[in-house]
């Protein structure tokens, strides 16, 4: 997409005569070919008027029946449910010329195709649908370059897709599919096989996945990154089942994408091995869903009576098969059937309930809009937020100074008012200048308090009405407000929190105290995120980026991009680099930079998606940033696996606040490593001795109890080491690295423990079988025999190997038992039909020792708790002796 934005500099009538000077005069596009849309009006939204000013400039360029009004479904542009929108118009081109083809506008005919869009965002959508006017209407401007290009090279072609932006793609699909014919440009009812709208949907998709990886964005399971995989899973689509390509053939198609684009896109080329390493793990997991998905979809399509495919069943699609809905319709059409998306759309709700659960949904909605802040700024003429006063405090000792303000607005979350109370509940205070660090960047909010310290000032007013009368007044008591958040708009830092006593008023002094202890522990974590972005850097290489950070007061999380886990080694490297960073002392240095300036210094990390302002924050640790800024190399010195490395250390762009000198985190400890969705990954982590001990002590008071189950033997210490592996594996908290390693030593002490099993059980089963052959040898010539078996410890498997061993080939009724140290086992076995019952046999001797058996009256077996072999064997006799044997 080709365009421009305008953000009250120009407006309808500047956008018109620039548009269609630049294709008439400079493109030099016939202008009889051209019809221009606007918005008309529309009944569903008959608040807006239709665009008289987009319909008269038209005019003064084509004629009226060339200048043509839509309603909000074709001219009101709107990006979501709510914000900026308002109405658009739109420029056509007829393909075919030499008539009057107003009535295939809008019509989706491929000869009248729209080639521009002037969107007039002048409305706000909020959250009830109510159309607001913005403050200051904007312009944004859309032209599509394969349809210009497509325009431009008539009569050569006449489809965007027959440029040479799309051919070379098509050339390599073909190449890599045997047997797939050429590109035909067929498309509609022409296309009956659908190959060629395959070759576009390939074509298409590969290019835009590429240049969005490029660009820092990733697949993955929400937000952007979802969308990037449903354009991935239907491209694969396209081409697996319609085009018949091969497995893995979509990645391959990168090459060509940068060949073509890389000139006029230069990120393209700096790394198009990540492009494709990206595009082929995507590949293959929805490959590996795929065919299952379609053949769920074709049971469901050939079981359906009706031509409506559910919302149930496309959702399990969606959630089971990662099938979007988009990708379930396409193939639903198809097959002439439709697809229940509001059914869909109740299931996905349904879902979300599901996985909410009791979320608390209390609570007053204190954000501004653009409106807002607009009223702010223009209509109560109330000026940002002067808030440079955060950076100044004591880091280490965790103090700084109150400041004196005056309040110059309060919102409730519906209304400006001119004071408040203990009963007003959650509100929003602005004051004219501000201590306060308003959450961003990642850094969590201040908290403290602001304290009425005086009467309204003679110029106090509500911003609710321009020129309010003053409130005047004398004593005024003592109030008092808690601040629980603070947040910014627009430059407009709002306080937001509870009076705990007494009230504020619009125009009145007051002080603000900020929490600086928890600040201090804020700030270390901060700080540590930087070392953590470098050290990861120096470990992984430079290719990791961050993706999103929140530093807080009790941990710090880091979210980066890399596709797998670090390893043991790996981690010990990162903690111990951000921790030698420590141990050095090194001063942490801020200064405000021109941006080109500082984006021109070596080692500079930012935030891709981030948008910086023309001046900047420069945070170094140990770095001076004069020196960087003259071309300096930097003085860092690092070790990773053994090799000191020299350069430049950590250096970003950072409005946060940070301590003053890197001794001040004390220490840093890794607590959990994860992924978080694909090819990104997240640390978490403590500073400071308090935390950082806590969680290295954790593991470490689990050591003596290491030590203690290697002492152990058999099921005793298989026992207890489950149960070590269980303490270390559900505590989050503890030191990874030494969890790591305590639970390599765990892993050690089971594979001793398995291996000691193993030897352990061939003894018993030796035991067991050179017991039975010596019974079998004791019972010749005897009607029944009794035995103690001790080699086999109580284990009731082995005892049943001796007795089959003592019954091989032998008619002689066998009962043995074993006492162990923790069990006792008895089995006895008989010839069929005997008159004595081995079942009551074994019963009888269990009864002593409250054991439990089971079998038949030929064979029959059980166990109870320890007991006296002794005692069971005269048990076992007197048996015998009762039933006359």
């Not at 953000?7 to 269609?20: H, L, V």
């Not at 705990?500 to 270390?524: C, K, M, N, W, Y």
């Not at 003259?630 to 350069?647: A, N």
């Not at 210490?717 to 790591?740: G, M, N, W, Y």
Request: with cysteine; charged share 30%.
């Amino acid at each position: 997409m080709l365009g421009n934005w305008s953000f009250g500099d120009f407006f309808k009538n500047e956008t018109i005569d620039w548009s269609f000077e630049l294709l008439t005069k400079v493109y030099g596009i016939n202008p009889d070919r051209l019809y221009a849309s606007y918005y008309g009006g529309d009944p569903k939204q008959p608040d807006v008027p239709a665009d008289l000013v987009a319909r008269d400039r038209w005019l003064k360029y084509l004629p009226a029946d060339r200048v043509l009004p839509f309603d909000m479904a074709d001219n009101f542009w709107e990006m979501g449910d709510t914000g900026p929108c308002g109405p658009c118009s739109e420029i056509h081109y007829d393909r075919v010329g030499g008539r009057n083809a107003a009535h295939l506008v809008n019509l989706d005919d491929p000869d009248v195709l729209e080639i521009w869009n002037n969107v007039f965002m002048q409305y706000n959508r909020e959250d009830d649908g109510k159309l607001t006017a913005l403050p200051n209407p904007c312009i944004d401007t859309g032209m599509g370059l394969e349809r210009i290009a497509s325009v431009l090279a008539e009569p050569k072609t006449n489809s965007n897709y027959d440029t040479e932006l799309f051919t070379p793609i098509f050339e390599a699909v073909k190449e890599a599919t045997p047997g797939l014919r050429e590109y035909q440009g067929r498309i509609n009812e022409d296309d009956k096989d659908f190959v060629d709208m395959a070759y576009r949907v390939v074509a298409d998709h590969i290019r835009t996945l590429s240049v969005a990886i490029a660009d820092g964005a990733m697949p993955s399971s929400d937000g952007r990154g979802y969308v990037l995989r449903r354009i991935l899973r239907r491209a694969v689509r396209y081409g697996k089942e319609i085009l018949k390509c091969p497995d893995g053939f979509f990645h391959k198609l990168v090459p060509v994408v940068v060949d073509m684009l890389g000139d006029a896109f230069p990120e393209l080329t700096k790394d198009p091995a990540h492009i494709i390493a990206t595009l082929k793990e995507e590949e293959e997991l929805f490959l590996m869903t795929l065919e299952r998905g379609l053949r769920e979809f074709n049971s469901i399509a050939k079981k359906m009576k009706g031509t409506v495919f559910s919302g149930k069943d496309a959702f399990t699609l969606y959630s089971t098969f990662g099938f979007p809905l988009d990708l379930t319709v396409l193939m639903a059409e198809e097959r002439k059937l439709t697809v229940d998306e509001e059914g869909f759309k109740k299931a996905m709700d349904d879902f979300r309930e599901d996985s909410k659960g009791s979320k608390d949904k209390s609570g007053v909605n204190l954000a501004l809009n653009a409106g807002h802040t607009h009223h702010l700024s223009s209509v109560a003429k109330v000026a940002r937020t002067n808030d440079s006063d955060k950076f100044d405090w004591d880091s280490d000792k965790g103090t700084g100074k109150s400041r004196q303000s005056t309040v110059v607005a309060l919102w409730n979350g519906k209304e400006w008012v001119d004071k408040i109370d203990s009963s007003s509940g959650p509100v929003g205070v602005f004051v004219e200048k501000t201590p306060f660090y308003a959450e961003m960047g990642g850094q969590h909010y201040d908290v403290g308090t602001i304290a009425g310290i005086g009467s309204p000032s003679a110029q106090g007013k509500s911003p609710k009405k321009k020129g309010a009368s003053p409130k005047k007044g004398g004593a005024v008591p003592k109030s008092d407000f808690k601040v629980d958040s603070v947040q910014v708009y627009a430059g407009f830092v709002m306080h937001q929190g509870k009076v705990a006593a007494g009230s504020l008023t619009v125009g009145q002094p007051v002080e603000l105290a900020v929490s600086f202890d928890r600040r201090a522990s804020i700030a270390r974590n901060h700080t540590a995120t930087h070392l953590l972005n470098f050290a990861l850097r120096k470990v992984c290489g430079e290719k990791v980026d961050q993706k999103g950070s929140f530093c807080g007061e009790d941990k710090l999380r880091f979210d980066y991009n890399w596709n797998k886990p670090l390893d043991l080694e790996q981690l010990k490297a990162v903690e111990q680099i951000v921790n030698d960073e420590i141990q050095k002392s090194l001063k942490v240095h801020t200064q405000e930079v021109l941006l080109p300036k500082a984006r021109d210094m070596k080692g500079l990390r930012a935030v891709f998606g981030e948008q910086y302002p023309d001046v900047v924050r420069v945070v170094t640790v140990g770095e001076d940033i004069p020196q960087l800024l003259g071309g300096g190399d930097g003085q860092s010195e690092w070790i990773v696996s053994g090799v000191k490395h020299q350069g430049v250390g950590s250096v970003e762009l950072c409005g946060g606040t940070h301590v003053g000198n890197s001794k001040e985190l004390w220490k840093f400890c890794l607590t959990a490593e994860e992924g978080v969705a694909k090819g990104v990954r997240r640390i978490i982590a403590v500073t400071g001795k308090g935390a950082a001990e806590e969680s290295l002590m954790r593991v470490r008071l689990l050591m003596p109890k290491i030590e203690v189950a290697k002492k152990l033997t058999g099921a005793a210490q298989e026992k207890e080491v489950a149960r070590l592996r269980a303490v270390l594996d559900s505590d989050t908290d503890a030191s990874i690295v030494l969890k790591r390693e305590t639970l390599d030593e765990i892993a050690k002490l089971s594979a001793k423990t398995l291996v000691a099993g193993k030897a352990a059980t061939k003894a018993l089963a030796k035991a067991a079988t050179e017991a039975g052959k010596s019974i079998k040898e004791d019972s010749a010539g005897k009607k029944y025999i009794i035995r103690s078996v001790p080699d086999v410890a109580g284990d009731a498997k082995h005892l049943m190997t001796c007795l089959a061993e003592a019954r091989k080939g032998n008619k002689c009724g066998v009962l043995v038992l074993s006492a162990g140290s923790e069990s006792f086992c008895v089995a006895a076995e008989v010839e069929k039909g005997d008159k004595l019952s081995a079942k009551d046999w074994v019963d009888k001797v269990l009864a002593k020792v409250g054991g439990k058996g089971g079998g038949s009256d030929n064979k029959a077996q059980g166990k109870g708790g320890f007991a006296n072999g002794d005692e069971a064997l005269k048990v076992a006799q007197d048996f015998l002796k009762e039933n006359g044997c």
